[in-house]
């Protein structure tokens, strides 16, 4: 059976070198996709553990962000119900214990070409501030807590926007308990939807 469309394209990303000159730890480009995902999340690059596993998520941020949208590992590695694409596909390296930007070739080179055939997704999820600002532009606020404070204009839009689950982010949370109280709450909603999960339920 001939290739799709999508499927040669994601294996163009996979062989892609455009940073390799960039990137301290080597090319691994991690990202998943099907014309059948409902769900799309938009973060910003993997991390170092992303990079060995060279799995989405496959850390504490990852545990983190399962348990926002209410979903188990067997949904979340799903592609046909859920794309994960990040802003920069590889991981970019660190500075001062930190994870570098995600590398700014990296999405105007690819999501212009991968997102338009994502034909059947209802819902995406923009996490963190790289992705609001990719995503949102001139309608993203001026920082993050802006962003994701006026999630209601923006998901009217059908784009969600998150901070990062990172566990560096949990003095966030705490600091902004409406994240919790209030839009929580309807991302599970939104996601369960989306992905036809029974309320309550998960995968």
């Excluded at 060995?52 to 850390?59: E, T």
């Excluded at 802006?146 to 926007?161: E, F, N, Q, S, Y």
């Excluded at 990172?166 to 989306?194: D, H, I």
């Amino acid at each position: 059976m001939p290739l799709s469309k999508l499927d040669r394209l994601l294996a163009e990303i996979r062989a892609c070198q455009l940073c390799a000159a960039h990137l301290p730890h080597g090319v691994r480009p991690v990202l998943q996709a099907s014309a059948s995902s409902k769900l799309l999340i938009v973060s910003q690059a993997p991390g170092r553990k992303v990079h060995l596993s060279g799995v989405p998520f496959d850390d504490l941020s990852g545990e983190r962000l399962r348990e926002w949208l209410g979903v188990d590992k067997a949904a979340f590695y799903d592609a046909r119900r859920i794309a994960i694409v990040p802003m920069g596909f590889c991981f970019p390296g660190s500075a001062r214990g930190a994870d570098l930007p995600p590398r700014r070739e990296c999405a105007p080179a690819w999501h212009p070409r991968l997102l338009p055939l994502l034909k059947k997704v209802d819902l995406t999820l923009a996490i963190g501030r790289y992705a609001q600002v990719g995503l949102l532009g001139a309608q993203a606020g001026s920082n993050l807590t802006d962003t994701v404070r006026d999630w209601r204009t923006h998901l009217a839009r059908g784009v969600l926007p998150l901070p990062h689950p990172s566990p560096r982010n949990q003095l966030w949370t705490r600091r902004n308990p409406w994240f919790a109280e209030e839009l929580l709450p309807v991302l599970r909603e939104r996601v369960s939807l989306a992905l036809g999960i029974s309320r309550g339920g998960r995968g």
